[in-house]
């Protein structure tokens, strides 16, 4: 037989998803695994956006949907929200957004809409895993920007410039981050502005966390600064905030030229977001937030439990976060790596966390923690960590 495709063998599979898959898979073989892998919210999609998508099964929006990028209401529906709350403005919203089966194939559509072979896409680490395979796959170069964990991994301007070449095309940035649950300052959003306006670049904006915000804090959206809505593909989707994982629902946000190409690219390789799902969009962006910001409080105070609990445990260090539904603990003092330490943690306590390589190198010595877990799951997590942490 010929070989196979080097450039997919050349990349690594989900590692999140892989972990996860295999959280699962001890569950169902019976182990008592608390799986704290994947970043899927243990709530369940709010009903009325489950009515509204089987109202319109019933209906007929079963086949493919007209236009193919999504329906009219849907799309005016995100336009709005994107004006009303992100001060992002969408004069033409059939011709500026395109909605897609998920954030992830939005951010793999905007890459593949900006990069030429061998462009170079600055990658601020630690990084969603994601992010440097779509960009290897859209025919780029992912340059990782690292960032130091003990600055609480804080994004200098001076960083981003000494990474920049002649064939720095973009940057993505992920504000909430996962995995750190960081939220950009306004210095640091300023600087990625400063900075993508002097060397012309490109700006993918992942905002799939932005509802989950603590602590009062707000989102700003990269695309509504002075100068950026040209330059910004911001993406989006109902994945986390609003608890529907499944559903496949998720944004591209742009110029028209852009979403010209993102269409044309969507048109060839899955055709449309399923038809039903998008009549659960317009139920959730129309409908009522509070049951949104119910489930955001309660990460919030998970995170307080969670944060308090680590740290009192000796050899676990926790900061706090700003936003998102992972902690990203280190363990000084251990002298394993993460993938060690995500290893021992799996044998010895029966908690799956994904190790902190998996989002680069500057995520080495720490393992993500997804908080989308019931409380109960992260007391007995707590419990079992307190009695094996003196051996890790
Ligand atoms: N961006 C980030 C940072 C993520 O963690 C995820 C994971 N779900 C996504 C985008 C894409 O989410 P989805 O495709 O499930 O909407
Ligand atoms: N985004 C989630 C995570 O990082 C879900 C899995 C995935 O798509 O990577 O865990």
């Given at each position: 037989m010929k070989p196979l495709s080097t450039l997919v063998s050349s990349i690594p599979s989900s590692p999140t998803l892989a972990v996860n898959d295999k959280a699962k898979a001890l569950q169902a073989a019976g182990y008592d695994v608390i799986a704290l892998a994947g970043g899927d919210p243990d709530f369940a999609t709010p009903p009325h956006i489950v009515e509204a998508a089987l109202h319109a099964m019933q209906n007929g929006a079963t086949h493919y949907p007209a236009p193919m990028i999504g329906i009219v209401p849907a799309l005016e529906a995100i336009a709005s929200k994107m004006e009303r709350e992100n001060g992002i403005s969408i004069p033409d919203p059939r011709h500026q957004i395109i909605i897609t089966p998920g954030g992830k194939w939005a951010l793999y559509l905007a890459l593949t809409a900006v990069l030429n072979p061998g462009d170079e896409v600055l990658i601020l680490e630690p990084?969603?895993?994601?992010y440097k395979p779509m960009v290897t796959l859209a025919g780029g170069v992912p340059v990782p920007v690292s960032l130091p964990s003990g600055d609480n991994f804080h994004i200098t301007a001076a960083q981003l410039r000494e990474k920049i070449t002649p064939r720095t095309k973009a940057l993505m940035v992920n504000t909430p981050c996962n995995p750190t649950g960081r939220v950009l300052t306004q210095e640091e959003h300023d600087d990625i502005v400063a900075v993508a306006a002097e060397a012309d670049l490109y700006v993918i904006a992942d905002e799939i966390y932005e509802k989950l915000i603590f602590d009062g804090r707000s989102h700003r959206s990269l695309a509504a600064a002075p100068g950026m809505a040209e330059r910004t593909l911001t993406v989006n989707g109902l994945t986390k905030s609003y608890a529907m994982t499944g559903w496949r629902l998720g944004w591209l946000v742009s110029s028209k030229a852009i979403i010209k190409l993102a269409t044309k690219m969507n048109s060839q390789a899955v055709s449309c977001a399923a038809h039903f799902s998008m009549y659960a969009c317009i139920a959730a962006l129309n409908g009522p937030q509070d049951v949104i910001y119910e489930m955001r409080d309660a990460y919030q105070a998970r995170r307080d439990f969670m944060v308090k609990a680590l740290n009192e445990i000796d050899g676990i260090s926790c900061r706090s976060i700003?936003?998102?539904?992972y902690l990203f603990p280190s363990f000084p003092?251990?002298?394993?790596?993460s993938l060690e330490l995500a290893d021992a943690l799996l044998d010895k306590a029966q908690i799956a966390g994904t190790p902190g390589i998996a989002f680069g190198q500057s995520g080495e010595g720490h393992v993500r923690f997804a908080i989308s877990t019931a409380q109960h799951d992260l007391e007995r997590a707590v419990e079992r960590l307190a009695k094996i942490a003196h051996a890790l």
């Open positions: 990084n969603w895993v994601s700003e936003g998102a539904f003092g251990s002298s394993k790596n």
